[in-house]
């Protein structure tokens, strides 16, 4: 991508946010960036995203790199989750002043990559340190591939999960004869028949979710159960619409099933789905891998986590997304600057079992398959979800905090809700999509 693309189609790259305030602060990697005046003011300029648990994990990866690489200076700046990420990173990338590895969720890659703001991995020289295609888990390596170029290194994959509460499950029977794993289910019905028995064993509800205002979590759900009879939702990189009806309704009657008998309340914020599956008031919880964190402070609370089961299909199916390792594009860095992100790069996979203690699977599998990180419980216990990962389908405006997740979960919520039949449903999600697969793309997608 030129420097000469416009600010609207930078904008798009972002998801279509306009800025606010980030242009204002001069001494912002972001402004000195657009004025090319930022300096290299460290061997290894690092972009993330990451705050909370994820981010102390990640500056105790970077300190590890420090003191393995003393005499190499790391500067890392953590930029605001989502569009306002993205779009930084290709107004940076776009003026020629990027940082030298930077993250991207991997259902954000193949924009960033048709805009051209990515260096191809080999060419950053990552191979030559034994970062290649056997060691990584496949799912992920695949979605880091972009028309046969990888443009990223996965660090992680973080499926949405099944939580269940351990006593709960003891008492409603549905633990093995070992007593530290649930009893093998497959099938809508098994899975139903799971939930009732949580509720006979004292549970106020089967199941707990994040529904009100939480279009994304809303999407997870639905693409998971989906995709495990159809295909993605839109195809030939995001211009078409491609909806199996049949399976759509299929996968909203199965919603409606759970919350409209009550076996999960068909309206309820974070908080409320966090307040029932802490005090036991729900057996289940469906949620993404990176709230265990949470759920370890809660005295009291026995839980484990698993990958869901197979629901409508014949196979599980893991609806996820990656956190990756990116080199943006930028002609005048030196090939010993280059070299130094690539040893960066690789230090991060070597360290991270720091990382799984987010709860999040490592995609390196010398670490995956390392005693470092299966000592990690719950952690160990959903590494297939990983190898079952569905991604957002490719296209420009999908992806992790994306426009696209808002709009169509907020039809899904509809569904959960009761406000909206199947039927009805598939018809509102064909609108849904049909707007963005109409809308003119911000650059060309192969």
Known sequence: MSGAMT??????????LALTGGLSAC???????????????????????FTGGD??????????????????????????????????????????????????????????????????????????????????????WKKATVNGTVYAVPLDTHPFVLYYNVDLAKKAGLLDTSGNALKPMKGKAQFVDALKAMKDA????????????????????????????????????????????????ETFAFMQSITGPGLMPKELNGSGANVLFSTGKAGFLFDGEWQIPSYRLVKGLHFNVVPFPALLGPEPVAYADSHA??????????????????????????HSATWAQG???????????????????????????????????????????????????????????????????VAAMRADLKRYTTARPPVTMK
């Open 27 to 49: 001494s912002s990697p972001l402004a000195s960036g657009l004025t090319g005046a930022q300096p290299d003011t460290a061997d290894v300029i690092f972009w993330n995203l």
């Open 55 to 140: 981010g102390a994990n990640m500056v105790l990866m970077e300190n590890a790199f420090r003191k393995e690489h003393p005499g190499v200076t790391v500067e890392a700046t953590v930029l605001g989750w989502g569009n306002p990420y993205y779009t930084k990173l290709a107004l940076a990338t776009a003026s020629g002043t990027p940082p030298d590895v930077g993250i991207s969720h991997l259902s954000r890659l193949p924009l960033l990559a048709a805009a051209g703001l990515l260096e191809p991995i080999d060419d950053a020289g990552v191979g030559d340190l034994g970062v290649t295609a056997d060691r990584f888990t496949p799912a992920a």
């Open 359 to 425: 709860g999040h699977v490592p995609a390196w599998l010398p670490v995956q398959r390392s005693k470092g990180f299966l000592g990690q419980s719950p952690q160990r216990n959903y590494v297939q979800a990983a190898f079952d990962a569905q991604y957002d389908p490719v296209a420009w405006y999908t992806g992790a905090g994306s426009d696209f997740q808002n709009t169509v979960g907020a039809t899904i919520i509809e569904v959960l809700a009761g406000r909206l039949g199947p039927r009805n449903a």
């Open 202 to 249: 004292g549970a106020s509800y089967g199941a707990a979710m994040s529904i009100t205002a939480d279009p994304a979590t809303a999407w997870r759900y639905f693409s998971m159960v989906y995709s495990g009879l159809a295909g993605p939702v839109v195809t030939d990189s995001g211009t078409a619409v491609d909806i199996d009806a049949d399976a759509m309704e």
């Open 325 to 350: 390792l990116v080199v943006p594009r930028n002609p005048r860095r030196s090939s010993a600057r280059t070299a130094q992100a690539a040893r960066f790069i690789k230090s991060l996979l070597d």
């Open 7 to 16: 600010r609207r189609r930078l904008l798009a790259l972002g998801g279509g």
